[in-house]
């Protein structure tokens, strides 16, 4: 069981976000990427539907295995983490955390934004991480109209991107928010486009992955899951959309391992 896969899992591209940070702290370990791509983006639908989406990718991840597995996308984990635990215990299944806290501990300015996908923006999950922590604090959210899109199709860097999320942070920016927490696991791969429309303005984006990462390796070390240090770590990259997709998914991955030093 311990040399199992890690099953990481997204409605696209952007759960690699996670994956490379997953990947940079557990090099030993198999990892298999689910990236749904035929349904995608999940943003806008419906809760039932995302629940219903995001159960037949956990069952794809148990059928191959996993020893646990990474809801690397806010708006499923927003809709249906809680139903995943319930239905595939004992299974662990670690979700993405909206970064409000971070945010809110080291603001200060005391106003804070938040970028995330519509579904995320009004879950459960994000009102009650922003009512404990953001008490005396300006909260201002915004969904990421467009971001998904734009680096679904390799535009992420384009001048078209920093006017897309230039208009987005308008309001948050023009309330004086001087951290803004990426609400959305596609998001850190706008950042260039981010950095360049918040110009000279002294603002840090809060991107969860990292902690998200850390979280695995509690997991891991609390249930004595690591895999042996003889083991030969796999990589591999799955998807329900065409070949075509699977194949851009895994060389988006290996250009973010070769982008960090890694293999390649
Ligand atoms: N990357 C996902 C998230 O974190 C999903 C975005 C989407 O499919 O709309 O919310």
């Keep these: 069981m311990n ?76 809709a249906a983490i809680e139903w995943l635990r319930a239905k595939y215990a004992p299974l662990p299944i670690v979700g993405m955390e909206p970064a409000v806290k971070p945010a809110c501990l080291t603001t200060q300015n005391r106003v804070v934004g938040v970028l995330a996908t519509e579904r995320s923006l009004d879950g459960e999950l994000f009102r009650r991480t922003a009512a404990r922590y953001g008490a005396d604090i300006e909260v201002i959210t915004a969904p990421g109209k467009g971001f998904v899109e734009l680096v679904e199709t390799g535009r992420e860097a384009s001048a078209e991107a920093v006017a897309c999320v230039a208009e987005a942070m308008r309001e948050m920016l023009a309330r004086g928010a001087d951290r803004i927490v990426l609400g959305c696991t596609h998001y850190p791969f706008l950042l260039p486009a981010m950095r360049r429309a918040v110009a000279d303005r002294a603002v840090e984006f809060i991107d969860p992955s990292p902690a998200v990462a850390r979280r695995v390796v509690q997991l891991l070390d609390a249930g004595d899951l690591r895999a042996a240090s003889d083991h030969h770590a796999e990589l591999r990259f799955v998807s ?17 391992l070769a982008e960090q030093g890694g293999e390649e």
């Design 3 to 78: 040399n199992a896969p890690i099953g990481i899992y997204d409605s696209g591209l952007g759960g690699l976000s996670v994956w490379r940070e997953v990947q940079r702290l557990l090099p030993g370990e198999s990892l298999i990427y689910l990236g749904d791509g035929k349904n995608c983006p999940y943003g806008s639908r419906p809760k039932e539907e995302i629940i219903r989406l995001a159960d037949q990718a956990v069952a794809r991840l148990v059928e191959a295995g996993c020893k646990l597995v990474v809801v690397a996308c806010n708006t499923a984990t927003a």
């Design 240 to 256: 329900f959309a065409e070949e075509a997709y699977r194949q851009r998914i895994e060389n988006f991955a290996r250009r973010l």
